[in-house]
């Protein structure tokens, strides 16, 4: 992954994102459930987990564009918590594109346990620049 993008002192390196998966299928990536994405009650984050479903849509459509004339960022997010984990668990987010056009890419993201169920549902759309 170093030789696309440089992940430190960014977000996804103070999270402890680590990137496991990236082609032209998708993204997959984990994030642990420490210090760093929990909230006060001990539990994951919802901003943590909407951080996680950015970054892997960012890493996917970055990686899906011409990286000498293009850049990417967030246009929109959404999220759907639907379980919570503790302290020492991991979660894993799949991401794949719905849409991939000339100036948006929309990405439907998965958070899910170490058991496959799923945590959070997002769907994110990227917008596509010119540099």
Sequence with gaps: MSEIL???DTLVHHLGIEII???EEGVVATMPVDKRTIQPFGILHGGASVALAESVASIGTYHLIDQEKQNC?????NANHLRAKKVGSKVKAIAKTL???RK?????IKIVDEEEKLVCVSRCT???IDI
């Design 6 to 8: 440089n992940f430190d």
């Design 21 to 23: 998966q990236l082609n």
């Design 73 to 77: 960022v967030g246009l929109e997010i």
């Design 99 to 101: 849409h991939r056009g």
């Design 104 to 108: 948006t890419m929309v990405w439907d």
């Design 126 to 128: 990227m917008a596509i």
